[in-house]
């Protein structure tokens, strides 16, 4: 596994990074959402996130860990999308975040929308999905010293999660529809859809009470035993 050695270059990466990719899935939104562009904006936005992930530590043993548990992740988060009505992608996402790292869990929010749609359907939303997964992730583990303090903040950060994947997936749904966005149009659709961001923060509250716990005593053992 390759490894950026410098420190200013990674945390060049870490914040570069998300940025780009941020602007890339909004660019598919408005500009992709015909014909085959949106392929090379996914092919990006993967590309990106391996990069975002190998700027995460600064030792090949490291990375090999963090890969192995960021593809474990990945696998259930995959498997999770099949679960009828609730589903822990979500709440997956997060938990590899604060246990794993940042840039791990951007990896694993991006991979498993991309792996996972190739069953529920590629398209132009297939970016927003994997950068507003991503994004989640990544935000989970810059938090994880305050997520891991408790349940509590654990909850409230996958409430608000569910929220921002909502309004984020909105301005693909405007953009679709219109060819632009209007503030008028998008809170039109956020009143619309006013269910869905409801939904899915009660899901990731629900899965994140069950999983967190018993998933956050393993991981810390062996990020303690391994020097994760």
């Known amino acids: ?26 660019a598919c939104a408005f500009f992709a959402s015909d014909g085959r562009k949106y392929v090379v904006i996914t092919v990006i936005c993967a590309l990106l996130a391996l990069l975002l992930f190998a700027a995460g530590f600064d ?8 890969l192995v548990l960021g593809a474990v992740f990945a696998a259930l988060a995959v498997a999770g999308r099949f679960i009828p009505l609730l589903k822990p992608l979500t709440a997956l996402v997060i938990i590899s975040g604060v246990y794993t790292g940042a840039e ?11 792996v996972s749609n190739v069953w529920f359907g590629n ?33 409230i950060y996958g409430a608000v999660s569910g929220v921002f994947y909502s309004m984020f997936m909105d301005i693909w749904t405007v953009a679709s529809a219109t060819g632009s966005v209007s503030l008028a149009e998008y809170g039109d659709a956020l009143y619309h859809a006013a ?11 629900l899965y994140l009470f ?8 393993k991981l810390q053992r062996i990020a303690d035993k391994y020097g994760l």
Not at 59 to 64: D, H, P
């Open 1 to 26: 596994m390759r490894v950026i050695e410098s420190e200013k270059a990674r945390t060049a990466i870490k914040i570069a990074v998300p940025a780009i990719l941020t602007g890339a899935a909004l």
């Open 59 to 66: 030792r090949r043993r490291i990375g090999s860990r963090r």
């Open 104 to 114: 791990t869990g951007f990896l694993v929010g991006a991979t498993a929308v991309l």
């Open 123 to 155: 398209g132009p939303w297939t970016p927003m999905q994997m950068v507003s997964l991503g994004l989640i992730g990544f935000f989970a583990g810059i938090l994880s010293p305050l997520l891991k303090k408790g349940l509590a903040p654990m909850l």
């Open 195 to 205: 269910p869905f961001p409801v939904s899915y923060a009660l899901t990731n509250v």
């Open 210 to 217: 069950l999983l967190a716990p018993p998933f956050g005593r």
